[in-house]
């Protein structure tokens, strides 16, 4: 089956275009048609209409699932965060089709196409030169401002707060309700397993899962 997401940044701008190249895909059914209207930084798994995408998808069993997108920036503006959500399909057995870069993650058989396999390991290494540039600058600037009497580090009790912890893992919270285990989810959401035991905590201790 195929299904088609669609991101535009506000509600100002106009989706038809990527709409129109979704309807010349020989697939496309416009029930299967997920749009978000929200900004490219938000992680693709915190995006409402992509969550419900995704749990659509994985929920499907014993079928060959295609996820299409116009182009790869819908999944992310941060290329860490493409890199992220293109091995959550994989690991889940999804495949993701890009009409503007023209290729498929996995083949018709269910392997990892090699070409994409090659695409996508030349963008993890580019994603590794743009998180390293990330900490060195992070580590100069923090020299800097230390040179300069300014840094005083982390604030006391600036910690994410237990609201903002469940707010921003909505789906995590969704598959523990289904009893999956720890190592489930995070198969299925990416998150790291300290993530997941953090949720697990929390909702917990709210009475919002028994065990």
């Not at 938000?42 to 079928?63: T, Y």
């Not at 992070?138 to 910690?159: D, M, N, P, T």
Request: proline share 2%.
């Amino acid at each position: 089956m195929y299904f088609y997401y669609s991101r535009t940044s506000t509600v100002l701008q106009n989706s038809s275009r990527q709409i129109e190249n979704f309807k010349k895909h020989h697939g496309y059914d416009p029930k299967n048609l997920f749009m978000d209207k929200i900004q490219g930084n938000i992680p693709f798994m915190e995006r409402p209409e992509a969550i419900k995408l995704f749990d659509m998808v994985i929920s499907i069993k014993g079928e060959f699932n295609t996820v299409c997108v116009d182009s790869l920036d819908r999944l992310g503006r941060s290329l860490l965060d493409i890199l992220k959500t293109i091995q959550i399909f994989t690991d889940n057995g999804i495949n993701l089709q890009s009409i503007k870069e023209g290729f498929s993650t996995l083949l018709d058989n269910g392997k990892e196409n090699p070409m994409a396999k090659l695409v996508v390991a030349c963008m993890g290494s580019i994603g590794e030169l743009e998180r390293n540039k990330i900490k060195e600058r992070s580590a100069e600037g923090v020299a800097i401002a230390k040179a300069l009497g300014k840094y005083q580090g982390r604030k006391i009790g600036s910690i994410q707060s237990d609201e903002q912890l469940l707010e921003r893992h909505v789906t995590v919270q969704k598959k523990l309700l289904k009893n999956m285990t720890i190592r489930e989810v995070s198969k299925i959401t990416g998150c790291s397993t300290a993530t997941i035991i953090k949720v697990k905590k929390v909702m917990i201790n709210r009475k919002l899962l028994l065990f």
